[in-house]
């Protein structure tokens, strides 16, 4: 049966994560009635701090998300880049107003948590938008114009049938699976990321300075900025060891602040200070991924982690999704007055987004070899770092952090 001309298409989500929230909003936008479907019960306060750069604040304030965050996140005035052996400063990248006037828009710290409720709120506002929590995909089924998702959840089995299926279901997606998209070449990168939250009370002076810190050593870094109106700061060390834990539920393995700390040993006092004043760490393992080859495959794409998971020395996975999302909605906005195609829709969303989402997966991954660096090449990498103006380093990320909105829509 053919579709009337005048009713909706209906869009399927997997997943209720920053990109999928994202994602929804973006196709209500070009004219969807969209279904997101997550397998949580609730979403509760999972992470910790996450940043909000330029090229992802453009999107949150398009889609009417980012002055949700007022008094929530953070505008950072620097970036600034520490030796890990003597806490001297090896670099400096102005934020705040300069961010602003160089890309247009914020760079931005806040608690995961926050953005998430922020998208949330938007999404709740939206009546194209319905959310249904508790819902695990057990299966898909489509063909070339038409995708079925099947679930399972407390009241019993579920089944939505709609023209186009968003995975934005996480590096371990099923959606990807069941599309024969593949699997993604991942693994585990031989780093582990521990986060803390620690009461700013109990944190040295220095770590509560309005700015983002970053830390370099031998295999090793670390990076700390306030949150929540400096209430928190948010600490995140990364270490080269071998992952023994729960890879299901990584996000709630607690490490040993013991084994953290002997890995900073030769560190400089200060540093240490802030390590020490934790007591309670998460321990999660970095995934590394080759990029897929493509992404969708009849009605169904993927976004985010399902297509790209990267690591996180760039700190875009969330501002990746975003694009995603912004570039997903952009795909079919209708031209002319004439509703695009789905296949179409999608061959844009893919042409526009994979190239560059790959780069960032690459240069993400050179990022944290260059962290780590130990010997003479750190000293080189220190060297060059000392020598550069902040307008240079302002300058290095100018292809990250420009608005792509406009690249959306060619």
Request: aromatic share 6%; proline share 5%.
């Amino acid at each position: 049966m053919a579709r009337n001309p005048h009713e909706k298409r209906r869009a399927l989500i997997a997943g209720a994560g920053i990109g999928g929230l994202a994602a929804a909003l973006a196709l209500s936008r070009a004219g969807f009635l969209v279904d997101v479907f997550e397998r949580a019960t609730s979403l509760e306060e999972v992470g910790a701090g996450i940043q909000i750069p330029p090229n992802s604040s453009s999107i949150l304030a398009d889609l009417g998300v980012l002055h949700r965050l007022e008094g929530k996140a953070m505008e950072p005035d620097c970036l600034r880049v520490r030796s890990g052996a003597s806490g001297s400063q090896l670099m400096i990248m102005p934020l705040g107003r300069e961010a602003r006037l160089r890309w247009d828009h914020p760079m931005l710290v806040a608690h995961r948590a926050d953005l998430q409720a922020a998208l949330l709120d938007a999404v709740s506002q939206d009546i194209n938008i319905h959310l249904e929590l508790g819902a695990r995909v057990t299966g898909v089924e489509f063909d070339a114009t038409r995708v079925t998702l099947q679930m399972a959840s407390d009241s019993g089995d579920l089944q939505e049938t709609g023209d186009l299926l968003v995975g934005a279901d996480g590096a371990h997606s099923l959606i990807r699976r069941a599309a024969g998209l593949g699997a993604i070449k991942a693994g585990y990168s031989g780093r582990v990321a521990w986060r803390a939250l620690l009461p700013a009370e109990q944190a040295p002076a220095f770590a509560r300075a309005k700015e983002t810190a970053l830390w370099l050593g031998p295999k090793t870094h670390l990076v700390h900025y306030p949150l929540r109106g400096g209430a928190f700061i948010n600490i995140v060390a990364i270490t080269d060891d071998e992952w023994r834990g729960d890879d299901e539920n990584f996000w709630v393995s607690q490490g040993d602040p013991k084994q953290l700390l002997r890995a900073f040993r030769d560190w400089d006092s200060s540093a240490r200070k802030l390590l020490e004043a934790v007591t309670d760490w998460r321990r999660w393992p970095l995934l590394d991924a080759e990029p897929l080859k493509r992404w969708s495959a009849g009605p169904i794409t993927l976004l985010g982690d399902a297509a790209h998971p990267m690591l996180p020395f760039f700190a875009q996975g969330a501002a990746q999704a975003i694009e995603d999302a912004a570039a997903l909605g952009a795909a079919f906005m209708p031209r002319s007055w004439q509703e695009v195609s789905i296949t179409r829709g999608l061959a844009d969303y893919e042409r526009k987004r994979h190239a560059r989402a790959s780069r960032v997966q690459s240069a993400s991954r050179k990022q944290g070899m260059i962290y780590h660096l130990a010997g003479p090449a750190a000293l080189v990498r220190d060297m060059g770092m000392r020598a550069l103006p902040p307008d240079m380093v302002m300058a290095r990320f100018d292809w990250l952090y420009e608005d792509q909105r406009g690249a959306f829509l060619t």
